[in-house]
């Protein structure tokens, strides 16, 4: 039964300076790679990015846009000047007018633009030639409306709403019951609706002068202060936000009947802020503030409201009716589309930028966004989604997490979903595309993803297949499903000690001769995918050889399989490290350096990590598998006066550096510690240990990162020089 280890037989040993080098190279050809992937990933989809960013003054505000001459109008606040940006060639010109020019209306039919100040003062600029005059109005006149139809120009004035007659800049004046400081026009029913900003709301009827108070308080009660309401000219209802005093209670929306003005209320999340709406579609979205609820989509014609978390607090949205889609602008230098329908959403930046106002030009599907001295402009083309990533691994093993991020492109970030098949189970798929879980059923499953974003076609995978291995029993070498325990004699006998499944075993055989001319010995689970546990060993000489199990406590000639580990003076079968459904090796260099040595799955190895960690001081290492029940396979290693830590494994081949802790003391009066896996049968992976008396002891886990009661299963075992 016993197979003697094999000499090099010529084949030539790498120097250590060989192997450093070769260490170096593979470590930076990882990193490479790594940074390669990173700027794939990175990428930007090829719509609603920012196509130029143009020069305006200091701290621009609310824009206009000209949709006949395709020009944009920009005042800034901070500089008293207007920039007037040219569509097609996106270059600016500026015009200097009155200080704090904080907003702007476009008449398109006269080619006329009203800036409005804070200081009351109005500036009226010819499109066609620049030239402007300022009117003063007395009035609020950085919240100016316009009626295009008749060419007038309306300024709350407190108890008064001020008329700009647009044919002769001659100024009339409407009293009103209520003070008036922010203003929206209907001009189809000729009516504007007006508020202080603080609980009081009317509406003035252009043909009579009369104003009728509407009742838009919460249901509630007390003081509310009302942040924004929008007209929807197709539905002739106006739309009102509106919250009490605190942040943190409800707040509400008021929906005013255009031909009654009576008004309905319906109850939403925390201080409404925001307001747009889709006329044609009939939806109106509320935004919030702070961003703890994001945004609230009412159903115009069902009143229903719906919440959607946002990542960012929105200070300003617009929607595009032609696309369906919503453009925000957020604290922190957040700017998004998102997709009215699906509420798909993507970052269109987030930099050190602080985006702000937002004006849309839907003839062109441009919008432009203020910031703090450039206007960002947007190509808003609706472009389906379509998969950048590739295969996701095709192995995964019972109880060993998996992980796969699906990613695609396209206008607006897309959602994903198992559109077809069934994933193993224990995995999930989210709709931000992360595949993820812990397997608990071996087989083969068959599935499709698909990635939508609102535009069609949706995109779909080929069929994918992930095929799950059973839980693998490291040092189960007679194929009973039990784990056994190897150990070599002082004169270099192995002897076998098949567990009996309960803590246990069964008599010992011999299954080898000469193996004391091994300097480690590993067990690595099944090293070359025949479904039978395999042994590495290294000779002194430094080459590393492959013993294949037969499956019946024997093995198969061994094969060299690498070469200069000779370097290595701690090294372990650390099953699959790397979770790509096959066992690798992880081994300390005499340097210190910490090497991840993935297996292929066919007796052969994949590039070699390092997870970018020194060892010193490390005493004994010990790969028990599994130990705290995470999906991860673990590390325990023993430092010189005698601690025993846990390091758990983690994605990408590192550790949870955060998690690590001392899980044992005096184990420094212990001459071999090894991990066998489930001795004990009880699903949980155990350590067996020697003390100097040769008493074998076995500490069974919780599977909790911690212990059991220890018992005592052997005696005589010093013995044995190296037990595996």
Known sequence: MGVEPLAALGLFTLSTNSLRHRIAATLMAVATAAAVLVGIAAAPANADVV????????????????????????????????????????????????????????????????????????????????????????????????????????????????????????????????????????????KIYFTSGIQDFAVLDLATSRTTVIDVSSPGGGTTWIDDFKLNRATNEVYVAHSPQSWTAAGSISIIDGATDTATTIPVNAYPKRIAVNETTNQVFVAHFPGTVGLTRIDGRTRVATSFPLVATITHMAVNDATNKIYISGHNGYLAALDATSMTSGQIRKDQNNPNAIAINKKTNKIYVSNYETVNVIDGTYVPPSFTSGQPPIKGQVGSFYEYQFAAKGSLTPKFRVSGGTLPPGLALNEAGLLSGIPTTAGSFYFKVAASNGANPEAVTPTLSVTVKNRDIRHDYTGDGRTDVLARDGSGGLWLYPGNGYGGWLPRVQVGQGWNVMSAIIAPGDFNGDGKADLLASDKGGTLWLYPGNGSGGWLPGVPVGYGWNTMDRVVGAGDFTLDGNPDVIARTIWGGMIIFPGNGKGGWLPQQSPG??????????????????????????????????????????????????VGYGWNAMTAIVGPGDFNGDGNVDLLARDAGGALWLYPSNGKGGWLPRGLVGSGWNAMNLII
Do not use: C
Request: charged residues 10%; proline residues 5%.
């Open 51 to 190: 196509v130029a960013s143009v020069p305006a003054g200091l701290s621009p505000a609310n824009l206009a846009v000209n949709t006949v001459t395709n020009k944009i109008y920009v005042p800034n606040q901070s500089s008293q000047t207007v920039s007037v940006i040219d569509g097609a060639t996106n270059q600016p010109k500026v015009l200097i007018t009155r200080p704090n020019p904080e907003t702007a209306v476009v008449n398109s039919t006269t080619n006329k633009i009203y800036v409005g100040h804070s200081d009351g003062y109005v500036t009226v600029i010819d499109g066609a030639t620049n030239a402007f005059t300022s009117i003063q109005t007395g009035g609020h006149s950085a919240n100016l409306v316009l009626d295009e139809a008749t060419n007038r120009i309306y300024v709350p004035g407190g108890r008064g709403i001020i008329v700009i007659d647009g044919s002769t800049n001659s100024l009339s004046t409407i009293s009103v019951s209520i003070y008036a400081q922010r203003l929206v026009i209907n001009p189809s029913a000729s």
């Open 613 to 662: 960690s020194m060892w010193y001081g490390l005493n004994t290492l010990t790969a028990p598998g599994d130990f705290n029940k995470d999906g991860f396979q673990d590390l325990l290693f023993t430092d010189s006066a005698g601690t025993l830590y846990l390091h758990p494994g983690y994605k990408n081949s590192g550790f949870q550096d955060w998690n690590s802790a001392a």
